[in-house]
T-cell receptor, first 108, second 111 residues
Framework: QKEVEQNSGPLSVPEGAIASLNCTYS??????FFWYRQYSGKSPELIMS????GDKEDGRFTAQLNKASQYVSLLIRDSQPSDSATYLC????????FGAGTTVTVRA | SQTIHQWPATLVQPVGSPLSLECTVE??????LYWYRQAAGRGLQLLFY??????ISSEVPQNLSASRPQDRQFILSSKKLLLSDSGFYLC??????????FGQGTRLTVV
């Protein structure tokens, strides 16, 4: 079983809609969870971190963590064409492990 | 503030040649350091990580090696490159809160 798994993409959403990205992790003891955005040809950029159950909001981004279900999600509200990128879920215990990523395309 | 430097940005090397990629971090001490490789259109593959000087953990057996000669310096090496070593190499560091930050990456093409 992979350490971090993301729902398969690609995901296409119209401008202004909500993009929903999901991620599950295998180690029930994991404590630190992150979402990265990666534009084509660029290095990943940290956009959200979450450490406790519940929701965390930052601008148009909301991260949700459910440790009982071993589930992390990212919502992008009012999606913009500039949000078109690959989104990577990550878990950092003693090492930083990534999911395969979900490519999001926002249609104008 | 903390910054991470990774160079070169692009590199074209012949098969069988050696490789040395360097990564340095400024503005923090005792960071965890990571090397990843990303093949075209694929996810991030963790190659090595280090929690301290001289402490290297290898994730994938291959013809690459890593060293950490100083607290904030991480080096990725190969004695003989293979075609399959082509890819986007990324260095990252993380601090006590586990947030990790990446360098600009090195795009390596082995020809």
């Amino acid at each position: 079983q992979k350490e971090v798994e993301q729902n398969s993409g690609p995901l296409s959403v119209p401008e202004g809609a909500i993009a929903s990205l999901n991620c599950t992790y295998s180690d029930r003891g994991s404590q630190s969870f992150f979402w990265y955005r990666q534009y084509s040809g660029k290095s990943p950029e940290l956009i959200m971190s979450i450490y406790s159950n519940g929701d965390k909001e930052d601008g148009r981004f909301t991260a949700q963590l459910n440790k009982a279900s071993q589930y992390v999600s990212l919502l992008i509200r009012d999606s913009q064409p500039s949000d078109s990128a690959t989104y990577l879920c990550a878990v950092n215990d003693y090492k930083l492990s990534f999911g395969a990523g979900t490519t999001v395309t926002v249609r104008a | 503030s903390q910054t991470i430097h990774q160079w070169p940005a692009t590199l074209v090397q012949p098969v069988g040649s050696p490789l040395s990629l360097e990564c340095t971090v400024e503005g923090t001490s005792n960071p965890n350091l990571y090397w990843y490789r990303q093949a075209a259109g694929r996810g991030l593959q963790l190659l090595f990580y280090s929690v301290g000087i001289g402490q290297i953990s290898s994730e994938v057996p291959q013809n690459l090696s890593a060293s950490r000669p100083q607290d904030r310096q991480f080096i990725l090496s190969s004695k003989k490159l293979l075609l399959s070593d082509s890819g986007f190499y990324l260095c990252a560091w993380s601090s006590m809160d586990k947030r990790a930050f990446f360098g600009q990456g090195t795009r390596l093409t082995v020809v």
